[in-house]
């Protein structure tokens, strides 16, 4: 893999550990993206791995994202990092129901577990909800990953909405998926009382109404 430094004019949304830049021809050639997808370990709880991921499907992906008006993909950039270590994607952008799905990978397993994905989320939050004015942001998460799951629920003001009975199969198994959700006036008070995130994310707690 060749080395590459992300271009700062691709940077989108700057928090305080935590870069979220444009995704480019770049970080389809040079990092580490396409593999993402073929390693066990970063997709056990991801809806991948069925068939191989190649450079080539993931440049097509690339460029289907230039003509899918309602998703939002952006590349993850942690710490000293050069390269993405991750995505992050708000999907099914509805301007009716003002209301989006939200996924996040992250695809270096060295960044894993040091409050990378509860920064990043809460950046795309942010800017889902005073950018975008979206009222209601979801995701469904593997029932395994409760602690994860648990994380978002405590620091954001994500609710658990339902469970999707044995919707996920992987690795011979079927399993439970967790629907969670945040409104915006959930997420707003949530930042008013986690200094320490709306801090990374460039909040002043108070600053907004529910």
């Given at each position: 893999m060749s080395a590459y430094l992300y271009d700062e004019r691709d940077v989108f949304i700057r928090g305080k550990n935590v870069i979220l830049k444009a995704l480019t021809e770049a970080d389809v050639r040079d990092s580490g993206w396409?593999?993402?997808?073929?390693?066990?370990?970063?997709?056990?709880?991801?809806?991948?791995?069925?068939f191989p991921?190649?450079?080539?499907?993931?440049?097509?992906?690339?460029?289907?994202l230039q003509t899918t008006p309602n998703k939002l993909q952006l590349g993850i950039i942690a710490g000293e990092s050069e390269r993405i270590i991750g995505v992050v994607s708000l999907n099914n952008i509805s301007s009716f129901h003002r209301s989006a799905e939200i996924s996040i990978v992250i695809g270096d397993s060295g960044h894993r577990g040091k409050n990378v994905g509860l920064?990043?989320?809460?950046?795309?939050?942010?800017?889902?909800?005073?950018?975008l004015n979206l009222h209601r942001i979801w995701m469904?998460?593997?029932?395994?990953?409760?602690?994860?799951?648990n994380t978002l629920t405590n620091n954001?003001?994500?609710?658990?909405e339902g469970v999707l009975r044995e919707a996920f199969y992987h690795h011979g198994l079927y399993n439970d998926v967790v629907l969670i959700a945040v409104l915006r006036e959930d997420f707003i008070?949530?930042?008013?009382?986690?200094?320490?995130?709306a801090s990374?994310?460039?909040?002043?707690?108070g600053t907004l109404e529910k």
């Open positions: 396409y593999g993402w997808f073929n390693d066990e370990q970063t997709t056990h709880f991801l809806d991948h791995h069925y991921n190649t450079p080539e499907s993931q440049m097509q992906f690339w460029k289907s920064e990043t989320i809460a950046l795309i939050l942010k800017h889902g909800f005073l950018k469904g998460q593997d029932a395994g990953l409760h602690k994860w799951v954001l003001g994500f609710q658990k008070s949530a930042l008013n009382t986690n200094t320490e995130i990374a994310i460039g909040y002043t707690p």
